[in-house]
DNA sequence: GTGAAAGCGCTAACAA
DNA sequence: TTGTTAGCGCTTTCAC
């Protein structure tokens, strides 16, 4: 009943050769005659050899050190909670011989990029996992990497040329369509809608760009009436044009509607219109951060997209773990779930776990 | 630096006993002196011992036979999903020498429920993954499992009385309150909402009502104007009344919303109203079965909760290894979000994975 | 009660 | 180029 498993003993047995060839084989560190690995990789395929991955690991006592790139967590509660996924998926797979060093950068910083850069080269790690939120400053870095031969996986920002393993994130473009959709329903007649880019250098955040692509094409594609879009961007916290163009716009009586593209601005436009009156205006953001949840809570936000950057982080981990530990070839691209928060379901996210397994490459469709 | 790891051989060697000895009051099974305990308990603490779990699933090569009971999976797409979920947690725990015996029984059948949990008891597992969807059916069970003192989680329905180790699935109340919220976003004025169960024997089916529950409790809160909240049950396929009553309903000029119970009546519920024509009226449902993402892809659905029945089953399994074979205690309640899919979020949910780890206890906040 | 020893499947160092 | 062997940390059996 039971099927068999086959071991490497069995594979050597049958091919006439001795476990030691089989390994040889099975890891082609060389060292084998043109015939034994004729013979052996003949069995293997026969038999659909599959390694015992936790065997493997006990026997290999190795230890793995991944290094992650990314803004200072102290700086914002966004990459705070991007941090703690980082210290979970240590905890998990601490178990496997992983060890994480954290390296931070200036959120506001390109300079301080570089130099953690250079610094995670240092710890000659065996799998980097980074944030590359500044796309110029990026791409020598990825070829550092690279010219070394260190894995690394992105997540948060995609850059298409980046030669990583992976990317773990999202679809930004259809965030920004998901976000448009959440602002036109049960809306008509005449509307402004607005963009809002809070402190993002747009220079250099493609991503947000896509993000503001999005939310325009969805409102042009469906929108039940005549509909204006504008955008505004703040430069920094010291813009103070920033507020007076703010106030222009909310001053439209036909504004039916908020998008704030990135998380941290979110709570900084929830007070502007908490204070202006929120006269039926919708307004939707990006992400679960305690003041976000209060604002959602108090009504002035309506919809919270999750960009889970705890389970991103987490996953880009894993991914390293997967590829480094158990080879398995991660997925080029992992884009989570765009999910919606409302008042209503929100509390059913804040006890949300994170669950993951070793072999973890199961996709499900 | 590298903090070192503690073996049992360590604390063997600290107590000033075998390793043998170690393991016993590891295991506390017996046959140690109250000497050896009390040293080797003290040293365990003061060390902070973690046995190393990789090298426990190599050490003792035991073999687990899980078994599940849940409704025939041919007989309805919500159940296959479920089932498939299954499968993947077979394949990401056969490693740890899981196997997995799927019994099920007919969904309109509560002898065949019966029938079948005699046959999970036959198989003599170690632990059941069950889908207690007969409430007064599964009581009686549930005590011949208590009895035989083995392990079983539930899924997908809540039996507060169980005993089991864990409930995996969603909060139906709020479930009920995100629909309501919902069909109400942008609506104003007077307006009639109806509750739909369609195919559901209300009596056995407690957890519906709590859905309407929810429902009904959100719209008498929050909605903006007067409102009335019809219910209407279909409770076989042949109840031909539902029909003319529905007829009845949709020809209410003040109907604003439909909320469908349960996954499987939500296409039904689509294509009447799609025959009927939508007329503004907004309608939700439950899960990403195809007909319903069709209809919400055409406008007919609005908005899906999703109850994401493959990864409930999945962490149901998860559940019991973990007990099983990680000795980690599980949560008593595993609640889901309530995750809301709406037409331009879909695509981003259907390529979704799930992702497992063996010490998948982590939980964050 | 206790300890010694074999073995889980695999890796890696070493001898041949 | 090959085969042998000693572990990895834990479980389990079996003598003492």
Same mark, same amino acid.
């Given at each position: ?12 047995? !049958? !091919?006439?050769?001795?476990? =030691? ?14 015939d ?18 936790? *065997? ?5 006592? /190795? +230890? ?30 601490? &178990? ?17 990029f ?9 710890? /000659? ?12 400053? *990026? ?10 031969? #260190? ?6 920002? &995609?850059?298409?040329?980046?030669? *990583? ?13 998901? !976000? ?16 809002? &880019?809070v ?5 250099d955040? #493609? ?15 469906f929108?039940? =009436? ?20 703010l +106030? ?8 039916? =509607? ?10 900084? +436009?929830?007070?502007?219109? /908490? ?18 949840v ?20 987490f996953? =880009? ?40 397994h ?8």
């Amino acid at each position: 009943m039971a099927k068999k498993i086959i071991r490497i003993k069995d594979i050597a047995k !049958a !091919a006439g050769v001795s476990i =030691g060839t089989v390994d040889r084989v099975l890891h082609n560190r060389g060292k084998v005659s043109e015939d034994a690995l004729k013979k052996v990789t003949a069995v293997l395929k026969k038999n659909e050899y599959k390694p015992n991955l936790i *065997a493997r690991t006990l026997g290999s006592n /190795k +230890a793995y050190r991944l290094v992650t790139l990314l803004p200072n967590p102290e700086q914002d509660p966004y990459w705070a909670f991007t941090h703690k996924g980082i210290l979970q998926a240590e905890n998990e797979w601490s &178990h496997y011989g992983v060890s994480i060093v954290t390296c931070v950068f200036d959120l506001q910083e390109k300079k301080s990029f570089e130099e953690a850069a250079k610094k995670v080269l240092k710890l /000659k790690p065996d799998g980097i996992l980074i944030a590359p939120i500044f796309y110029k400053e *990026a791409l020598p870095v990825f070829k550092t990497f690279f010219d070394k031969a #260190i894995p690394y996986a992105l997540f948060n920002t &995609h850059i298409k040329e980046s030669n *990583a393993i992976s990317f773990i994130g999202q679809d930004l473009y259809h965030s920004g369509r998901v !976000a448009a959709e959440l602002i036109c329903i049960g809306q008509k007649g005449p509307g402004t809608f607005s963009v809002l &880019h809070v402190d993002e250098d747009l220079n250099d955040s #493609i991503h947000l760009l896509e993000k503001e692509k999005g939310f325009k094409d969805y409102v042009n594609e469906f929108y039940d =009436g005549h509909s204006v879009i504008e955008s505004l961007n703040r430069t920094s916290s010291t813009d103070f044009s920033f507020k007076k163009r703010l +106030a222009t716009l909310l001053k439209k009586p036909d504004l039916k =509607g908020i998008f704030v593209s990135s998380s941290r601005g979110t709570a900084t +436009a929830a007070s502007f219109l /908490k204070s202006h009156g929120k006269n039926g205006i919708r307004l939707v953001g990006y992400d679960l951060l305690e003041k976000n949840v209060e604002y959602l809570n108090s009504g002035v936000i309506d919809f919270l997209i999750h960009q889970k950057p705890q389970q991103q982080a987490f996953e =880009g981990i894993s991914c390293l773990v997967n590829h480094l530990i158990f080879k398995k070839s991660p997925q080029p691209i992992n884009l989570f779930p765009l999910e919606v928060i409302t008042r209503q379901n929100m509390p059913s996210y804040q006890v949300e776990s994170i669950n993951y397994h070793p072999q973890g490459t199961s996709i499900l469709n």
